[in-house]
Nanobody
Framework: QVQLVESGGGLVQPGGSLRLSCAASGFTFSFSSYTMSWYRQAPGKERELVAVTRSFGGSTNYADSVKGRFTISRDNAKNTVYLQMSGLKPEDTAVYYC??????????????WGQGTQVTVSS
C-alpha cells in the first residue's frame, strides 16, 4: 500500500493561488502505474473528485467547478503529484485528499489515501 502525505494547504484570500503537493512512498510498483487523484470534502458535504491524472501519461479530468482554475500534474521522478489552484473561491474551502489507485492484472487493487490538508479561502 502506498503512503501519501499532502502539504501546501492553508489560508488564502479569494482570487489567490495555492499549490498542493502529495508525496508518495512505500509502493511496490512504479509510481507511473498509479492513477493519482485529488478529492475534497467541505463541511456538511460528501467527498467529491476534484481532479485526476491517469497512469502512464494518461488523460486528466476535472470537476466542472474547478475547470480552468485548477491544474493537476505529476512528477514521476519525484513520486509526487501536485494541484495548482488559482482564482480560488470561498466555495473551494475544504479538506483536500490525495488518492492513489492501481488496478493491475488478475484483478489486483491498491487504493491509498492521504491524511488531508485544509484549504481555507476567506477574506
Amino acid at each position: 500500500q502506498v503512503q501519501l502525505v499532502e502539504s501546501g494547504g492553508g489560508l488564502v484570500q479569494p482570487g489567490g493561488s495555492l499549490r498542493l503537493s502529495c508525496a508518495a512512498s512505500g509502493f511496490t510498483f512504479s509510481f507511473s502505474s498509479y492513477t493519482m487523484s485529488w478529492y475534497r470534502q467541505a463541511p456538511g458535504k460528501e467527498r467529491e473528485l476534484v481532479a485526476v491524472t491517469r497512469s502512464f501519461g494518461g488523460s486528466t479530468n476535472y470537476a466542472d467547478s474547478v475547470k480552468g482554475r485548477f491544474t493537476i500534474s505529476r512528477d514521476n521522478a519525484k513520486n509526487t503529484v501536485y494541484l495548482q489552484m488559482s482564482g480560488l473561491k470561498p466555495e473551494d474551502t475544504a479538506v483536500y485528499y490525495c488518492n492513489a489507485l492501481r488496478i493491475g492484472t488478475a484483478g489486483s487493487r491498491y487504493n491509498s489515501w492521504g491524511q488531508g490538508t485544509q484549504v481555507t479561502v476567506s477574506s
